[in-house]
């Protein structure tokens, strides 16, 4: 797209089916690596990926050729597809339904980078829901408390 100029910096977050911490510190970190390649496949920039064992949260810059709903599908499928074809847990592995994404402003980078470098903190803390309704309000999101991300589905 000649002449377009954009600085899009968005901030996902998605939680595992029915909010199971089954994401294990023994491949986390694999994840996390696999997880940037398909960013970057995507032609998208990875700043940080970071979670917990039931989610995981990713600030990436995004061109306007993509849309953000492409991308974590794209996320979801393919590292789903990985975490069991390397049977990493037991039964079946999937991703929760919908996720969040918040834009951010670029003199807010810094911030939401240490935010989600501080994840293991803030959950010392907050608990998941408290942690996305409160993102939520902070970025005047209006939704239906009934179809939040949850352990039901």
């Known amino acids: 797209m000649a002449n377009t100029y954009t600085q899009l910096y968005i901030h996902i977050i998605f939680a595992t089916k029915t909010r199971m911490g089954v994401i294990s510190p023994q491949w986390q970190e694999d994840l996390y690596k696999y997880i940037s390649g398909i960013?970057?496949?995507r032609k998208q920039?990875?700043?940080?990926?970071?979670g917990m064992t039931d989610h995981i949260h990713i600030l990436v810059s995004m061109s306007p050729d993509l849309s953000v709903s492409d991308l974590?599908?794209?996320?979801?499928?393919?590292?789903?597809?990985y975490i069991n074809e390397n049977k990493l847990v037991a039964g079946r592995f999937e991703w929760q339904r919908g996720f969040g994404a918040f834009s951010v402003s670029?003199?807010?980078l810094e911030?939401?980078?240490d935010?989600?470098?501080?994840?293991?903190e803030h959950h010392r803390i907050k608990s998941f829901r408290?942690?996305?309704?409160?993102?939520?309000?902070?970025?005047?999101?209006?939704?239906d408390p009934r179809y939040i991300i949850d352990s039901e589905e």
């Open 39 to 41: 960013i970057k496949n």
């Open 45 to 50: 920039k990875l700043y940080i990926i970071n």
């Open 72 to 81: 974590v599908r794209d996320v979801k499928a393919v590292s789903s597809k």
């Open 106 to 108: 670029p003199s807010k």
């Open 111 to 113: 911030s939401v980078i």
């Open 115 to 120: 935010y989600i470098k501080d994840q293991e």
């Open 130 to 143: 408290e942690e996305y309704e409160w993102l939520l309000k902070a970025h005047a999101v209006d939704y």
